[in-house]
C-alpha cells in the first residue's frame, strides 16, 4: 500500500508540524486512561506533540488507509491535537469523520488546529461519547487513548454492534504495556478477526469472514 500523499496534503501537514512544534504554550491535560510516561500533568503543545500525537510515520499509514479503503464514516477515539485526525481526513475528505477527545483543553487545541474542516469533534470521555453515538455501521475506526488493554477490548466490544465485516479497526501502541500487548494478541487470535497487520507500534484488524485467518508483521515504509 505505498500511496503517497499529494503535495497539496504534504503541504498542509508541514503547515501543522511547524505550528506544533514552535508552540511552546502549556496546557492542563486531562488524562482518563493511562498516565504519560514522560510528561507531567501541565504540558507544552510541542510536548505533547513530540511525544503524545501520531508521529508522521504513524500518521502516514492512517493516511494510507483512509486513502485506500476510502471509508464513508471514520471514528477516531484520541483525537489529542489532531495531527492525526488531518491525515484521516486528507487521505479521504468525503468521509464523515468523528473524532473524541476527552481533555477539555487538548480539545480546543485540536479544534483550532483542524477548524474550517468538516469533521466532528466530541469533548467526552470515550464511553460517554460511544454511547451517543449513531447507530450507522463505521467504515474505520482509530482507537488511540486509554492505553489499557481490558480499556481496549471493552471499547471494541461496545463498538461492535457498529463493526461490519470489513470494517478497518486500527488499534495505537499496542506494546505500550503488558496489558495492551496481551489484549492485542487476545484480539488477533480470536475466531472474531480473521485479518491482522502488525506493524509494530500499530496494529490492524478486519473481521473478513470470507476469508481464511492470515496474520501479518509489516513495517511502514516512508
Given at each position: 500500500?505505498?500511496?503517497e500523499?499529494?503535495?497539496?496534503?504534504?503541504?498542509?501537514?508541514?503547515s501543522?508540524?511547524?505550528?506544533?512544534?514552535?508552540?511552546?504554550?502549556?496546557?492542563?491535560?486531562e488524562?482518563?486512561?493511562?498516565?504519560?510516561?514522560?510528561?507531567?500533568?501541565?504540558?507544552?503543545?510541542?510536548?505533547?506533540?513530540?511525544?503524545s500525537?501520531?508521529?508522521?510515520?504513524?500518521a502516514?499509514?492512517?493516511?494510507?488507509?483512509?486513502?485506500?479503503?476510502?471509508?464513508?464514516?471514520t471514528?477516531e477515539?484520541?483525537?489529542?491535537?489532531?495531527?492525526?485526525?488531518?491525515?484521516?481526513?486528507?487521505?479521504?475528505?468525503?468521509?464523515?469523520?468523528?473524532?473524541?477527545?476527552?481533555?477539555?483543553?487538548?480539545?480546543?487545541?485540536?479544534?483550532?488546529?483542524?477548524?474550517?474542516?468538516?469533521?466532528?469533534?466530541i469533548?467526552?470521555t470515550?464511553n460517554?461519547?460511544?454511547?451517543?453515538?449513531?447507530?450507522?455501521?463505521?467504515?474505520?475506526?482509530?482507537?488511540?487513548?486509554?492505553?489499557?488493554?481490558?480499556?481496549?477490548?471493552?471499547?471494541?466490544k461496545?463498538l461492535?454492534?457498529?463493526?461490519?465485516?470489513?470494517?478497518?479497526?486500527?488499534?495505537?501502541?499496542?506494546?505500550?504495556s503488558?496489558?495492551?500487548?496481551t489484549?492485542?494478541?487476545?484480539?488477533?487470535?480470536?475466531?472474531?478477526?480473521?485479518?491482522?497487520?502488525d506493524?509494530?507500534?500499530?496494529?490492524?484488524?478486519?473481521?473478513?469472514?470470507?476469508?481464511?485467518?492470515?496474520?501479518?508483521?509489516?513495517?511502514?515504509?516512508?
Amino acid at each position: 500500500m505505498k500511496i503517497e500523499p499529494h503535495s497539496e496534503d504534504k503541504a498542509e501537514v508541514n503547515s501543522l508540524t511547524r505550528r506544533l512544534v514552535n508552540n511552546k504554550m502549556k496546557i492542563a491535560v486531562e488524562d482518563h486512561g493511562a498516565k504519560s510516561k514522560k510528561l507531567k500533568l501541565n504540558r507544552a503543545i510541542n510536548q505533547i506533540f513530540r511525544t503524545s500525537g501520531s508521529s508522521r510515520q504513524n500518521a502516514l499509514l492512517l493516511y494510507r488507509f483512509s486513502n485506500y479503503f476510502k471509508p464513508k464514516t471514520t471514528l477516531e477515539l484520541g483525537t489529542s491535537l489532531g495531527f492525526g485526525t488531518l491525515h484521516l481526513f486528507l487521505g479521504h475528505p468525503d468521509s464523515h469523520i468523528i473524532t473524541i477527545e476527552g481533555c477539555p483543553q487538548t480539545y480546543q487545541i485540536a479544534k483550532s488546529n483542524l477548524e474550517n474542516k468538516p469533521i466532528d469533534l466530541i469533548n467526552k470521555t470515550f464511553n460517554d461519547a460511544i454511547d451517543t453515538l449513531n447507530p450507522e455501521k463505521i467504515d474505520l475506526i482509530f482507537i488511540d487513548g486509554h492505553h489499557d488493554g481490558n480499556a481496549l477490548k471493552q471499547y471494541i466490544k461496545k463498538l461492535d454492534s457498529r463493526i461490519h465485516e470489513n470494517t478497518v479497526l486500527i488499534l495505537d501502541d499496542i506494546r505500550w504495556s503488558d496489558s495492551m500487548l496481551t489484549a492485542w494478541n487476545e484480539l488477533r487470535n480470536s475466531a472474531e478477526f480473521n485479518l491482522s497487520m502488525d506493524f509494530f507500534k500499530m496494529g490492524v484488524l478486519m473481521k473478513r469472514p470470507q476469508q481464511r485467518k492470515e496474520h501479518f508483521y509489516l513495517r511502514i515504509k516512508k
